[in-house]
């Protein structure tokens, strides 16, 4: 099982006589401007910053799927992709503090079928305050200023809906009364708004405004500095989230949806909110502090709060210690369970009382936490264990060991019904039952590389890095050990980020499940199975389809399919004739293919879904090169 930690593979690879070569791209593609930057999407699209603006590519068609270069050239900042979806927000001019002052121009591009859905230059927009996709409603919400009108509706805050499926307007209404007499007042819109079934919530620099779809005013408050909104899912109760002037705390008020505070008063915690979850008991709220310097600085490390549904009032006496940055959030039928960057996992009730008779201490960055026939298994840089979820007692008599690394990959041996975790140039076996540990194989990678992969293939267990593939039997015998050399230290470097579609999977299935006007919290904070962490593919299938849409169907069918390149490995190495990209089979550990980059410092993504090798072979040219082959 790829290991759960998100980190970018790097992979290289050696020449074999009987390899199949390959210098000829399948696809060659002159965008006529300089490239300054290449993004493989989740959705298998090429998008590449140039001079002139954006290109996207599909391998599968001889023509770029789509050219943006209406607003020029680009800077990585003016060019946002939503998670879990096929848009991409372009942004130039100042943000809504300045608006009125620089005009700002904002578009949004379907990437998977190419087309720009909105452009505030088209559409007559002048001033553009905020911007956002809210999913998985699939509609995008504009504020601003639109050049259209009498000279009073040209000066008076507009609110728009599109529909991102048909890519229309869906509605459109003026925040004040155009022209409206009396002392000009400031209805700029100041953070997200929120989209309910039958109204939308809109925080402006007046407070809060809900307005219905056809733009009748329902009720305002004078709760202003709002960033973002969240409702339960009845959408009975509204949860606003205000950062202060400094940053160091947020604010949270609670509303009804008739617009009646449901707290007296709005409540503190210090930093800024990372994670939280509504529950009938109230609302449980992770926040992150980052401490300054000098002996009054806070101390940096992350607070949780639970709040009364009823009062806003802290439920908890006495707050959980944490002693860093919660890592894990995970709400379950008795309590909360979190783990900490730093090291250590505890459990709480909903009314403050410590579940574990004592906090688990662990070694730090908790790699994986998840439920399992025996319990909760951990697994951090340093140790292993699996613990009751009750009492927090370790049911393997003592924690499996090892020398702090960066990369531990594990995985679950059904046949053997015992867990297997490379670490420490080992790997150990862990019996299910007994809890009993044995070292089943040690790992001589070369370039003292640690296995970030581990995987059960037909009885056999499969490991491998950036430069090494290894391949044992069920007993730990050496079936083959293949190393390729890395091409050299500035070759090396530079290839950061080669192959990247597979291991972003995860990042994007978790933070895009609960939709972005969600804010990305809710479903993704339950404890998931160990053995069902290999479902990835899947779980992006089914969200993707669950959207009715048609680039959300074409990324949907994507990942129902099995992975082009799931049998190989992808190594970047020197061959005789340069530095080259191998395919390495899995079974039998032969070279495949190998393609010739005829570059000391190559430049490539590798899209392992769709089984295609993007390469940066001038300074204005992709090539495109089929892996399936």
């Known amino acids: 099982m790829r290991h759960l930690k998100l980190m970018v593979l790097l992979l290289a690879g050696s020449l074999m006589l009987n390899a199949q070569k390959a210098e000829t791209p399948d696809s060659n593609y002159d965008l006529g401007a300089k490239i300054n930057e290449m993004t493989l999407t989740i959705g298998g699209v090429l998008v590449v910053a140039t001079n002139n603006g954006l290109v996207g590519i599909k391998p599968t068609e001889n023509q770029p799927v789509f050219t943006f270069n209406n607003f020029g050239k680009l800077k990585p900042e003016e060019t946002q992709f939503i998670p879990g979806s096929p848009y ?216 949780i709060t639970m709040f009364s549904a009823s009062t806003g009032e802290d439920l908890w006496e006495k707050a959980p210690k944490t002693k860093g940055f919660v890592q894990h959030f995970y709400v379950q039928d008795d309590g909360i369970l979190f783990g900490i960057q730093q090291g250590g996992i505890n459990k709480i009730s909903f009314d403050g009382k410590t579940l574990f008779r004592k906090p688990l201490k662990t070694g730090e960055n908790i790699m994986v936490m998840a439920e399992s026939p025996q319990g909760l298994l951990y697994i951090t840089g340093e140790d292993a264990n699996i613990v009751n979820l009750k009492t927090g007692e370790a049911v393997w008599k003592k924690p499996l060991k090892y020398k702090n690394s960066v990369a531990v990959a594990s995985t679950f041996d059904s046949a053997k019904n015992r867990y297997l975790i490379a670490a420490d140039k080992t790997v150990f076996a862990i019996d299910a039952k007994s809890g009993e540990v044995t070292e089943l194989a040690d790992l001589d990678f070369d370039e003292k590389e640690a296995a970030n992969t581990i995987q059960i293939r037909g009885g056999n267990v499969f490991l491998s890095a950036s430069q090494n593939m290894m391949l044992l039997d069920s007993n730990g015998k050496k079936v083959y050990h293949e190393y390729h050399k890395s091409p050299g230290k500035s070759g090396f470097m530079k290839i950061v980020g080669g192959v990247v579609a597979a291991a972003s999977l995860v990042a994007t299935v978790s933070t895009a499940a609960a939709g972005a006007n969600k804010t990305g919290y809710g479903s993704s904070n339950n404890l998931r199975n160990y053995n069902d962490y290999g479902k990835e593919a899947k779980r992006a299938s089914d969200m993707f389809a669950s959207i009715a849409d048609a680039s959300f169907k074409m990324m949907s069918e994507r990942f129902k399919a099995t992975s082009a390149t799931k049998d190989a490995q992808f190594i970047l190495t020197k061959l005789d004739s340069g530095v080259g990209l191998v395919k390495v089979n899995k079974d039998t550990g032969k070279v495949d293919k190998e393609i010739l980059l005829k570059d000391k410092k190559p430049e490539y993504k590798v899209d392992e879904f769709g089984g295609y090798l993007y390469y940066k072979a001038n300074d204005k040219s992709i090539y495109a090169y089929s892996l399936k082959k």
């Open 88 to 303: 991409i927000v372009v942004s130039q001019g100042a943000d809504s503090k300045f608006a009125g002052l620089v005009k700002t121009k904002r578009a949004v591009i379907d990437y998977m079928q190419g087309t720009v859905i909105f452009n505030s230059e088209t559409d007559n927009w002048n001033q553009i305050y905020t911007c956002n996709v809210i999913l998985p409603e699939n509609k995008l919400i504009v504020s601003g200023i639109q050049k259209e009108g009498d000279k009073f509706e040209k000066m008076t805050p507009k609110v728009a809906v599109y529909d991102l499926s048909t890519r229309k307007l869906d509605y459109s209404f003026f925040l004040d009364k155009p022209g409206r007499v009396g002392v000009a007042k400031d209805f700029s819109v100041t953070g997200v708004p929120l989209l309910l079934n039958d109204f939308l919530i809109i925080p402006t620099a007046q407070g809060l405004i809900a307005k219905s779809h056809t733009g009748k005013d329902l009720w305002s408050t004078k709760i202003k500095g709002i960033n973002w909104m969240v409702s339960n899912k009845t959408e009975s109760e509204i949860y606003g989230f205000e950062t202060t002037t400094n940053g160091k705390n947020t604010r949270i008020h609670k509303i009804g949806k008739n617009g009646a505070e449901l707290w007296q008063d709005d409540r503190k915690v210090k930093g800024n909110v990372s994670n939280f979850e509504i529950l009938p008991q109230g609302l449980a709220v992770v926040s992150d502090v980052t401490g300054g310097s000098g002996a009054l600085a806070a101390k940096s490390e992350s607070k």
